[in-house]
């Protein structure tokens, strides 16, 4: 493989993993924060994509439409968290399994009532199409360096959020002892409100920065919400360090695994083999990283938590 | 005789007389339906001893349903189609995947157990899409059923039919005596309290990786039915969300309860059925049920027959 | 019978267990007091397993468990009761001592005989619940007993797996002085067949029980002898009797 090839997929795993921080983001908090396991986070994604395509159509100007997504992807979040997800807290972590699992059942369902089965697609807004000469002769879609710095971006964001500000003090402290936090006299349910908001909000805003890429499909959330779960559970519950580590690594292994892992077995073993393995081993190299991981730190990279 | 008893009786007997009731009304779509609820009742039974016994929820059970289901698919293909290889080769891959895999999965407790059983599944599910020989994503139609020892039992409807009712009962019984077994005993209380049964000298570790080879076993047979009853076979059967799925039969069945797991499977198969004649969208419908049953809703449907916690 | 030698355990900079070596002889009573935050809960978890030591070894009946996990250490013949109240809440009375007993009746990898219904293994489960005045509350479930039953049938588990030495973790924690004396009663008795490690801050007991008191204070052994010897052991008193018995 040439050098420019491989610099653009390790580019390509860059993105791929800060994508998958903003997922992985909400849902390492409010795994962290209240102990609830939310399947229904990978519906999030979907429907901000979803969004930000019906708010294109309608305004025709593209920054709108992704502001109106991520706005309406906050109060969706916050109308489920009132509505469903607060009275699931204390309840085992199967309810909380089941619950989630049939809001993915109707959502999926109603987007497709809504818009069709048929993949939507949408192109870039004008000043982010074309590409970009990051060095001599390495040319990069401006979008994917536009996602790349939006990433980063929010990451920044919520390090200083976490580490700056006294919300963000409360939420290390939730995910650490929640008992304590809600001794000290804080509103509890406030502050799981916000961090569920929160993090329903980045999921939108992924999956609308997504959509121009892989298009807003029904069930696009499903796959990419076992994924984000690989994140946080290699980087940790409830550690946003981690999940950034660990979405970076995620996105890595998984682009750079699917264009080398068939090369790399072609050097010692036959051509056809190589090609009948290689994509099998490539989409599972995540599940063997996740594996592996738990093998050696069975409470993942960084345990925000003693024990769980 | 107790509620869950008496409603079980109930519902063997419809089950054997399904075959007959199908002249009348169904034909050969009910048999069929019929026969993919029974099937996901044994894989949900095999879970429940999981879940329901020993406390460890796992998500990736989908995984043995379609390890027998691959099994019996390419043996077939492959001209090895007597059950009498089939079954042995189903039982042998199963326990060596339950053993690797239990036992890397139980150094996990908790959160991280229901994600690296759902992380086991997906390397078979993406392991599944892979062979290309044998269909990738697509999946692979069988043009034959497995010969039952070459009697020809699979030929007919009928007779694979009650091949699988018969499966049913067994497994019922099977585990039902398990459960009550000193093995299930040990089981039972190192789900209340590990710490505890660990200091009266057993190892935890030792049964429930027992456990989840006995549950991976009879859901890698349920796999084996389900080839010959779909005759076809596809990644898709162990896919995440079918695990989810087994989960939700085990649950709302009554986890734990005397006949819940199959009670769970009937009602769900026969509820999607229900709603999807009502509307193409049942989704729709049926989504909102499984969150307001979660809500409230306790002990599922075998609680509610029988109030009393079946030890 | 059980010898702790020259045990060494650190947390971080924290030095929890600072070469403790004590034992048990057979037949007798050993007690181990200290302050909170000595390090005593540290030490029972090395002896029944569930912490490594850093350094030292651990003998029971002469061979050494220092790298057994708990369950062959219990298979050995040590049997403990827990400082927090550890039974199986859902069980009935019986069946909490009648898995102690399964334990050991022969391989528990058996799969289709109903264990229930078991006359050995539930005559037996029988005469330990009697040892402790609990008979009549053997078909009620473990969590419907009050504080004082869950105590004794801990005490009924541990008998029931046949031990040879008893490990018993503040047994009177959480006890009125009523229910403390009357099972001050029954340990006396049970002292007679087995060897006992006794943790316990209640100093009568202590002192109407223990043959030989060990006091631990900072992770170290700071005094070790009679009852009365340790009575009058300047450093023992200093660290921890000064307040509280005399």
């Given amino acids: 493989m040439s050098t420019t090839l491989f610099l653009i997929q390790l580019l390509n795993g860059v993105q791929l993993g800060l994508l998958l921080f903003l997922i992985s983001a909400g849902l390492t908090l409010v795994f962290g924060v209240m102990g609830f396991i939310n399947l229904a986070h990978g519906v999030q994604y979907m429907i901000g994509a979803y969004l930000l395509v019906a708010f294109y159509s309608v305004t025709g100007h593209f920054m709108a439409a992704m502001l109106l997504a991520m706005l309406a992807a906050l109060v969706i979040g916050l109308l489920l968290e009132v509505f469903i997800f607060r009275h699931l807290y204390d309840r085992d972590h199967l309810d909380q399994v089941l619950v989630t699992f049939g809001i993915i059942i109707f959502l999926n369902q109603l987007v497709k009532v809504i818009w069709g089965a048929t993949p939507l697609t949408l192109d870039p807004p004008e000043f982010l199409s074309g590409s970009f000469q990051l060095v001599e002769g390495l040319m990069y879609p401006t979008y994917r360096v536009a996602i790349i710095v939006a990433g980063l971006a929010v990451a920044l964001l919520l390090w200083l959020l976490v580490t700056r500000t006294k919300l963000g003090m409360l939420v290390r402290a939730g995910s650490t002892n929640a008992e304590m936090v809600s001794a000290l006299g804080v509103n509890i349910h406030r502050l799981f409100m916000v961090v569920f908001g929160f993090g329903a909000m980045l999921a939108g805003f992924a999956g609308a920065l997504a959509a121009p890429i892989f298009s807003a499909e029904p069930g696009m959330g499903d796959d990419l919400l076992i994924v984000a779960f690989v994140v946080i559970i290699i980087g940790g519950i409830g550690s946003i360090r981690g999940a950034f580590i660990a979405a970076i690594l995620v996105g890595l292994v998984d682009t750079l695994g699917r264009s080398m892992v068939t090369d790399i077995l072609k050097l010692f073993m036959d051509a056809s083999a190589a090609n009948q393995i290689g994509p099998a081993l490539a989409s599972m190299a995540i599940y063997v990283l996740m594996a592996a991981v738990l093998f050696f730190k069975p409470t993942g990279l960084f345990p925000a938590r003693a024990s769980r | ?311 | 019978m059980l010898s702790l030698v020259n045990l060494d355990k650190h947390f971080g900079a924290l030095h929890v267990t600072d070469n403790v070596s004590l034992d048990l002889r057979p037949g007798e009573c050993h007690a181990l007091i200290g302050p909170n935050g000595a390090g005593k809960t540290t030490l029972i978890h090395q002896i029944s397993g569930t912490l490594q030591p850093d350094s030292g070894q651990i003998l029971f009946n002469g061979s050494d468990i220092t790298a057994l996990p708990p369950h062959r250490r219990a298979q050995a013949g040590l049997g403990r009761t827990f400082q927090i109240t550890s039974i199986l809440p859902e069980f009935t009375v019986l069946e909490n001592v009648a898995l102690a007993v399964q334990a050991r009746r022969g391989s528990s990898f058996r799969f289709l005989r109903t264990v229930a219904k078991n006359r050995q293994i539930n005559n037996r489960a029988l005469e330990c619940l009697a040892l402790f005045t609990l008979t009549d509350r053997a078909d009620r479930p473990a969590s419907a007993l009050s504080h004082g039953e869950k105590r004794l049938l801990e005490l009924a588990i541990a008998i029931a797996g046949e031990p040879e030495a008893l490990l018993l973790d503040e047994p009177m924690a959480g006890m009125g002085k009523e229910e403390s004396a009357t099972l001050t009663e029954t340990l006396l008795t049970l002292k007679r067949d087995y060897p006992i490690l006794l943790v316990e801050h209640d100093m009568d007991a202590v002192f109407a029980l223990a043959d030989r008191v060990s006091v631990l204070v900072y992770g170290q052994i700071v005094a070790t002898g009679s009852p009365d010897e340790v009575r009058a052991n300047p450093q023992a008193r200093a660290a921890y009797l000064g307040d509280e018995a005399c």
């Fill in chain 2, 1 to 311: 005789m107790r509620g869950a008893n008496l409603a079980a009786l109930v519902i063997f007997a419809l089950l054997a007389a399904t075959p007959w009731l199908a002249e009348f009304w169904g034909g050969s779509y009910l048999i069929s339906l019929v026969m993919k609820a029974m099937i996901l009742g044994i894989a949900a039974l095999s879970l429940d001893l999981l879940i329901g016994h020993a406390g460890m929820v796992s998500f990736g059970h989908a995984a043995f349903v379609g390890i027998g289901a691959y099994t019996t698919g390419i043996m077939i293909t492959e001209g090895a189609p007597d059950l009498s290889a089939i079954l042995p080769v189903t039982i042998a891959i199963a326990t060596a995947f339950a053993l690797v895999t239990g036992a890397i999965s139980l150094r996990t407790s908790g959160v991280y157990f229901i994600m690296i059983t759902l992380a086991f599944g997906q390397m078979v599910f993406f392991t599944m899409s892979s062979l290309s020989d044998y269909g990738g994503d697509d999946g692979l139609t069988l043009w034959e059923r497995a010969d039952a020892f070459g009697t020809g039992l699979f030929d007919s409807d009928t007779g694979l039919f009650y091949t699988i009712l018969a499966t049913l009962i067994v497994v019922t019984l099977l585990l039902r005596r398990i459960v009550g077994s000193r093995f299930g005993r040990v089981l039972r209380a190192a789900k209340q309290n590990p710490t505890r049964v660990e200091s009266m000298g057993y190892s935890v570790f030792a049964y429930r990786l027992t456990a989840y080879v006995i549950a991976g076993i009879i859901a890698a047979l349920a796999g084996v039915l389900f080839a010959n009853q779909s005759e076809f076979i596809s990644p898709a059967t162990a896919a995440w969300q079918r695990s989810g799925d087994l989960i939700i039969m085990v649950v709302l069945g009554g986890m734990g309860l005397r006949h819940g797991a199959l009670f769970g499977a009937l009602a769900i198969v026969l509820l999607e059925e229900g709603l999807s004649t009502l509307t193409h969208d049942w989704r729709l419908i049926f989504g909102p049920m499984l969150v307001l049953m979660v809500l409230y809703t306790k002990g599922g449907i075998a609680g509610l027959l029988e109030p009393r916690r079946d030890t």
